[in-house]
């Protein structure tokens, strides 16, 4: 894809989301596809690999959460992969300050780089699984919003956000279609770990006939200290 091409499309889509991209942003946005593109060569970061389907599944996606970040908010972007939606974020507010968490070393790299090579702000990255980083005193409870996307179910999900999300924090849940299941599911796992659902928006992904879903969850209470369980336990054992 032409990169005006690219940039006419990615700024009409941001537009059905109210969100102004200024034309450094967008040269951002050209960089970052460009290195995911070069890089999902060499090590495995997305199974789309169409420039349109980038703008759509990847880049508009991860900014459908925007409308609920406050300007400020310390976020941190839990199994993070190939950087959706911190990244997208971080380009768009870049008064926020991010953390893109994930297990793998590789990933991380490519991150890195994408931060390097688009001078991003106020983001870095952290290699911790996300039951590590919820025991560790420099992250628990110390975050405005803790999001993630794709990454689980959400009884085990909640397991991973809600220790990092300070009291009066919003988990912000990024799931697809048909989650009355697992909203259901999760009742008791939310209570126990000190939240409880705000809202749950659904919506067609702009410009397609995807259905999403976003569940915010508001930290009301600390999370008692014995969560989150052992690396891989939440995953084996959700709360139920």
Known sequence: ME??????????????????????????????????????????????????????????????????????????????????????????STDCKIVLLDALNKR?????????????????????????????????????IATSRAVAPLNILVEYLLPLAKIGGKCICMKGSNIEEELESSKKAISILGGKIEKVEEFCLPGTDMLRNIIIIT?????PAKYPRKAGIPSKEPLV
């Open 3 to 92: 990169k005006e091409q690219f940039f006419n499309k990615l700024k009409e889509d941001a537009d059905k989301l109210s969100i102004d991209i200024t034309g450094i942003q967008l040269e951002k946005f050209y960089t970052y596809m460009n290195l995911l593109l070069e890089w999902n060569e060499k090590i495995n970061l997305t199974a789309i690999t169409e420039p349109e389907e980038i703008i759509k599944k990847h880049f508009i996606d991860s900014l459908t959460i925007k409308k609920y970040i406050k300007d400020n908010s310390s976020i941190i972007d839990v199994g993070t992969g190939a950087g959706f939606p911190g990244i997208p974020l971080n380009i768009i």
């Open 108 to 144: 991380l790299n490519f991150l890195n780089e994408v931060i390097k090579q688009n001078d991003l702000k106020n983001i870095e990255t952290m290699h911790f699984r996300a039951e590590e980083a919820g025991k560790n005193k420099l992250y628990r409870e110390k975050f405005d």
């Open 219 to 223: 930290k009301i209470s600390n999370t």
